[in-house]
Nanobody, 119 residues
């Protein structure tokens, strides 16, 4: 069974970089045709796609966040990581990782991480 475990800070100061890790078990992050994504949800913006990394390492980012976002992965530890730089209070949200097959719907989700941007 696939499990996705998120880790990272719950509080980040403005202008700093947010880093969240999603550790995957039961499936390789290089499995063909699967996409590994970060999503966030806030009361003001609803559900928002942040970015994705494909099985082959290609990355895709939300146009509104692209300049501040990067997603990397570690195949040796089966993790993928979100980095969001220069955060502001508007980046406050619950962040989720998930996975879906190309053309499909998300199949598995992380537990969610409440991230608050505040001094």
């Amino acid at each position: 069974q696939v499990q996705m475990q998120q880790s990272g800070p719950g509080l980040v100061k403005p202008s700093e970089t947010l880093s969240l890790i999603c550790t995957v078990s039961g499936m390789s992050v290089t499995t063909n045709y699967y996409y590994w994504s970060w999503i966030r949800q806030s009361p003001s913006k609803g559900l928002e796609w942040v970015g994705s990394m494909a099985f082959n390492g290609n990355t895709y980012y939300s146009p509104s966040l692209k300049s501040r976002t990067s997603i990397s992965r570690g195949t040796w530890n089966n993790q993928f990581t979100l980095h969001l730089s220069s955060v502001t209070p508007e980046d406050t949200a619950v962040y989720y990782c998930n996975v879906q097959k190309y053309g499909g719907f998300p199949e598995y989700w992380g537990q969610g991480t409440q991230v608050t941007v505040s001094q």
